[in-house]
């Protein structure tokens, strides 16, 4: 073999090696610049489609609500990147989606200041009299956990209204049906959730405390005062709660203020002297769902009845909880106060309807 032939190998040998090298190089720059971007714009994207799966948690919530039936709704938590010949992704980002307590103490619940029953007589009126009633309620946040979209906002569900959160500013993203007109539709949600994985999950949501009841209410002296704890910021409500202010001039707005009643509280105020349609449920999510217990009775037909000697009345009562709904498989004791014979009482189970006779 000839030295010219020992060069020429030579140089062919250099050659593929400078090709390679250059290969690597390019795969390198293109893992290190291109395949961030393009991951980025798969999260993008896919949070995109959370916070509309997320929409559909929150009616499926609010279906629940209104028909008394269970709903479910699918959320997928984490993106799937597309698969790749030579370039290598990370691993695939997850999210988690858990229901949260806003309420930074104890007394902190949802509440109802300054309400009175009108148009009711007997417990309904004993029970909402003007003292301050709360119940307990859980939001629901989604937070992702991507790998190239580190700005992606955490999504909250709470008191009918759905939420972006970008670090101290929040967006909305549906419109409220809390306050509506002289309607007032709360909607709390209860129990434990909480999943934290790259799939897809299932949220079933179940009645706990539902019915068509609403019992009308208008204020006693001091205007009817709802407080909601929230990690929403007080922005994202005054926002949500614009078309129904007084001040704005729109028809049938009845909303006086919005405004912070202390960490993670929101005030809002009703104009006083108007009758309202006060509507209020409880949904179960999860696990450790409480039902609810008898907070007071209420006749349903036979009360002030005059019963002649010897003869007979039918008396239907309706046992209630904090919500104003029914509550079943509860005993009622009835005492006839007036009967020649001394009192007397009988039991009496109430139904699946929540009603005794």
């Known amino acids: 073999m000839s030295f010219r032939d020992d060069e020429r190998a030579q140089t062919v040998q250099v050659g593929a090696i ?34 509309s799966q997320l929409q559909g948690v929150r009616n499926a919530i609010l279906e629940t609500a209104a028909t008394g039936e269970g709903r479910s709704a699918s959320v997928s938590l984490g993106a799937q990147y597309s698969n790749r010949v030579f370039a290598v992704n990370p691993a695939p980002p997850s ?23 009108t148009n009711e007589t007997g417990e309904t009126a004993h029970y909402w009299n003007g003292s301050r009633h709360a119940v307990p309620s859980r939001e629901l946040v989604y937070e992702p956990n991507y790998n190239e979209y580190r700005n992606a906002p955490t999504t909250i569900y709470g008191h009918t209204l759905l939420a972006n959160q970008f670090g101290g500013a929040n967006r909305s993203l549906t419109d409220q049906t809390l306050i509506d007109g002289s309607r007032i539709n709360l909607v709390t949600l209860n129990g434990l959730y909480s999943e934290s994985r790259p799939g897809t999950v299932s949220v079933d949501m179940r009645p706990v405390s539902v019915s068509s009841n ?6 006693e002296g001091d205007p009817i005062e709802l407080l ?37 509280l929101i005030s809002i105020g009703l104009e006083g002297g108007v009758p309202y349609d006060l509507r209020m449920l409880r949904i179960g999510v999860g696990t450790d769902i409480r039902e609810t217990s008898p907070a007071y009775l209420t006749d349903i037909s036979g009360d002030d009845a005059t019963v002649p000697e010897n003869g007979t009345r039918s008396l239907v009562v309706e046992v209630r909880d904090p919500f104003n709904n029914p509550v079943s498989n509860e005993t009622v004791n009835f ?16 139904g699946t309807a929540g009603s005794a006779s």
């Open 95 to 117: 999210g988690t989606l858990r229901t949260v307590d806003p309420s930074s103490s104890p007394t902190e619940r949802v509440a109802l200041r300054n309400v009175i029953a």
């Open 18 to 51: 400078l090709l390679l090298g250059t290969l690597v190089v390019a795969l390198s720059v293109y893992q290190v610049t291109s395949v961030p971007g393009q991951n980025r714009n798969v999260e993008f994207d896919h949070n995109r489609e959370v916070q």
């Open 228 to 264: 909601l704890p929230t990690e929403m910021n007080l922005s994202v409500w005054q926002e949500a709660l614009a078309g129904e202010m007084t001040t704005n001039g729109t028809e049938g707005g009845h909303v006086q203020w919005v405004r912070s009643n202390g960490r993670n």
């Open 335 to 350: 005492t006839v106060a007036d009967s020649p014979a001394g009192p007397t009482g009988t039991l009496s189970t109430v």
């Open 214 to 219: 609403t019992v009308p209410v208008t204020n």
